[in-house]
């Protein structure tokens, strides 16, 4: 991945040497490098872009926000988070720069900071589904499912037809256990299922898992709630069809 | 009183981990080991192989009980067990095991109680191409009477060795090589399950 995204440098500080045809997009070239040689810690590259912009630009917005994040990638944290509060200040509103401040206090390991900062940045963009993400997975990885639910909860209500967050919302679900938990889950691998037209193998597994759950939970209660055996069989048959096609070395490790 | 214990790791159960750190840097990641106690030498633990599990959402329990139940069913076939846990941060500078870390090996050692937890240590592995250090880049981690995961004292680098005395020169050279992109883990067989997790052409 480090050798495409280095060639790619490469190739496009090449391209920015020998003049690109638009010159609109020449600049967004050099700032493109400029991240991707933050990326691979090629910080020279990096500070000869910024430099080039940095003439082009002086007072500009975006090249305040490549030089945090220039010092960002040196690891000078105070004088990085000085440069974005600088940069906040006059433009309260911007999305990246917000952003910035979340990651640098990932950076560091100040979870519950970048927590709190990805919870106000929310408030005033709770339509920016890449941090609703980012905040249930940190939440997941802090062991706080409930909170991560809440996540995928706003992400479900606002994008209904993608899989991927039904898909999540099970798995936390699933992890939080307990019997309503389980059947929701249950229901939430089915809609996958149904979005992926069958063919998502982490849902079908997720059927599985929780029929098998669920009648661990619900032993001496009252059977009410009559589960359909239909949609575990449906999945078995489902996923053995599909290791005997592509995996039949692991199909006998399908022990459910 | 028993022999203080001693881990013994198979060069290719100790490189498949790391190279699957490698593959994620920017994740955390983490697997399990698969071995037995030493048939002749009860105080030694042999970590024979090892599975790379996740590089996303490693706190979530469907995907982790689905490949447990996998790795247990092929192993157990083999006369081996799941032996430990294996364990890196996200982050460079974080040494610590975390509470994910420490609830999986819980999980573990409630099944082998001379289970293991083995935390990358990522200070090690960037001076592994400089230096000649035959230890292995990981840091062992045991659990005490109260029931807490110790790092096994500075003298604890002698309780975990490699088997093979080499395996860091073969490291070196994989990760010079970017052997790590030919690692296959457990998410990656679920996105797509023709993906072998048992990465059996890896060291052909």
């Known amino acids: 991945m480090e050798e495409e995204v280095l060639g790619s440098i490469f190739a496009l500080s090449g391209s920015l040497k020998l003049g690109v045809q638009r010159k609109s997009s020449k600049w967004t070239l050099y700032e493109q490098v400029a991240i991707a040689a933050m990326d691979c810690q090629c910080l020279d590259v990096a500070k000869d872009c910024i430099?080039?912009?940095?003439k082009k630009f002086p007072e500009g917005k975006r090249v305040g926000r490549l030089n945090g994040m220039l010092l960002e990638a040196k690891g000078l944290w105070a004088e990085a988070e000085k440069a974005s509060s600088s940069l906040l200040e006059d433009n309260p509103l911007d999305q990246v720069i917000h952003k910035r401040r979340i990651a640098m206090a990932k950076a560091q390991g100040n979870i519950s900071e970048a927590i709190e900062l990805l919870n106000k940045y929310l408030e005033i963009f709770m339509a920016d589904h890449e941090a609703w993400r980012e905040l249930a997975e940190i939440y997941v990885s802090l062991q706080m499912y409930k909170q991560a639910a809440f996540c995928y909860e706003e992400l479900i209500l606002s994008q209904?037809?993608?899989?991927?967050?039904?898909?999540?919302?099970?798995?936390?679900?699933?992890?939080?256990?307990?019997?309503?938990?389980?059947?929701?889950?249950?229901?939430y691998y089915a809609s996958t299922i149904d979005l992926t037209g069958g063919k998502n193998t982490r849902a079908l597994f997720g059927i599985c898992l929780c029929t098998s759950a669920i009648a661990q939970a619900s032993k001496g209660r009252n059977k009410e709630d009559k589960e359909s055996p239909e949609l575990q069989s449906l999945a078995v048959t489902a996923l053995e069809k599909d290791y005997k096609q592509r995996a039949a070395d692991k199909l006998g490790l399908l022990v459910h | 009183m028993v022999a203080e214990l001693k881990y013994e790791i198979s060069q290719n159960a100790y490189i498949k981990l790391v190279l699957h750190a490698l593959k994620h840097k920017t994740t955390a990641v983490n697997g399990v080991l698969l071995g037995r106690v030493n048939p002749q030498n009860e105080s030694v633990v042999e970590i024979i192989d090892s599975?790379?599990?996740f590089h996303s959402n490693l706190a979530l329990l469907p995907p982790l009980e689905i490949a447990l139940i996998m790795i247990e069913e092929h192993y157990g076939s083999k006369g081996l067990g799941i032996v430990g846990y294996f364990h890196a941060n996200e982050r460079f500078d974080d040494a610590e095991l975390g509470i994910v870390a420490k609830n999986i090996g819980d999980h573990i050692f409630r099944y082998f109680p001379q289970a293991a937890v083995l935390l990358l240590d990522n200070k090690k592995l960037a001076a592994l191409p400089k230096g000649k250090d035959q230890s292995p880049v990981m840091q062992l981690y045991i659990r005490d009477a109260s029931k807490n995961w110790k790092l096994a004292g500075p003298d604890g680098g002698s309780r975990l060795v490699i088997k093979e005395p080499a395996a860091n020169v073969v490291l070196s050279d994989y990760i010079s090589s970017e052997k790590w992109q030919d690692v296959v883990d457990f998410d990656?067989?679920?996105?797509d399950i023709k993906m072998d997790w048992l990465n059996l052409e890896l060291f052909k």
Do not use: F, I, R, W
């Not at chain 1, 430099?51 to 940095?54: A, E, I, M, R, S």
């Not at chain 2, 990656?188 to 996105?191: I, Q, V």
């Open chain 2, 51 to 53: 599975v790379p599990l």
């Open chain 1, 51 to 54: 430099k080039v912009l940095q």
């Open chain 2, 188 to 191: 990656d067989h679920l996105d």
């Open chain 1, 160 to 187: 209904p037809t993608v899989p991927l967050y039904h898909l999540a919302y099970a798995d936390v679900l699933y992890t939080l256990g307990g019997l309503e938990n389980l059947q929701t889950a249950k229901k």
